[in-house]
C-alpha cells in the first residue's frame, strides 16, 4: 500500500511493481452558457497527460501526445489522446512498469497540461489526477489529485516517480505554472523544473 501526502516528501513504492496515473475532466459551458456554450460542451476541451522520462537532469523520452510507448518495451505507456473529455473513467492514462524501465532512467515527471491552441484549464471541470497501484493486473485507486479551479494557468505537475535504489518512491507535486501551447520544449522544461 503507498501512503501519498504532498508534505511528507517521496512515498516509497514498497512492493508496487506497475503504477497507472490517470486525468479526467468534464467539459464546461462556459460563462456564455445558450448556443455556444451547449457546443463548447458538444465539442468537449481537449488535455493531455504526458510523462516525461528523466536521465539525470535531461528529459530523454515523453509519453503522450503521439508516442504510446517512447521506451520501446511496454515499460512506459499511454493510453492515447482523449482530445473531448467526454466518458466515465479516466480520460487518459500512463502506466509504468517498474521492472522494466531502463537502468539509466533516474525519474519520470507526469504532467498535464492545455497543451494544443484553443485548450485551456478553464474549459475544463472536475479536473482529476487519479494514482493507481496496478500491481497484479487490477488497478486500485490510491489517490486521487486536484488542481485548484481557480488557476489561469494551463499546466500541472501532478507527480514524480523517482529511482531509489533498486526501488522507487512516488512524490505528490500538485503545482500549476504556465506551458506555451504547442511547444513541446517548453513543456519540457516546466516538467524538468520540478
Not at 524501465?101 to 497543451?115: D, G, K, L, M, W
Not at 489526477?129 to 499546466?155: C, E, H, M, R
Not at 506551458?179 to 524538468?192: C, I, N, P, T
Request: charged content about 25%; some cysteine.
Amino acid at each position: 500500500m503507498i501512503t501519498l501526502k504532498k508534505e511528507d516528501g517521496p512515498a516509497d513504492l514498497g512492493g508496487v511493481t506497475h503504477l497507472s496515473i490517470g486525468v479526467s475532466w468534464d467539459a464546461t459551458v462556459g460563462a456564455s452558457g445558450g448556443l455556444l456554450g451547449k457546443l463548447r460542451q458538444k465539442v468537449g476541451t481537449d488535455l493531455d497527460l504526458i510523462a516525461v522520462a528523466m536521465q539525470g537532469a535531461d528529459p530523454v523520452r515523453l509519453a503522450g501526445l503521439d508516442s504510446l510507448d517512447p521506451l520501446g518495451n511496454g515499460s512506459l505507456v499511454h493510453s492515447g489522446d482523449n482530445q473531448t473529455g467526454k466518458g466515465d473513467g479516466d480520460d487518459e492514462t500512463v502506466t509504468v512498469e517498474f521492472s522494466r524501465v531502463p537502468s539509466n532512467i533516474t525519474s519520470i515527471v507526469f504532467v498535464a497540461a492545455a497543451y494544443k491552441k484553443r485548450s485551456a484549464f478553464q474549459n475544463a471541470r472536475n479536473i482529476s489526477f487519479k494514482v493507481y497501484d496496478a500491481t497484479g493486473g487490477t488497478a486500485q485507486q490510491v489517490a486521487d489529485i486536484w488542481p485548484s479551479l481557480l488557476t489561469d494557468d494551463n499546466g500541472c505537475a501532478v507527480a514524480k516517480a523517482i529511482r531509489d535504489g533498486a526501488g522507487w518512491k512516488l512524490q505528490v507535486i500538485n503545482e500549476v505554472g504556465k506551458v506555451k501551447q504547442g511547444d513541446e520544449r517548453d513543456l519540457m522544461r516546466f516538467a524538468v523544473s520540478k
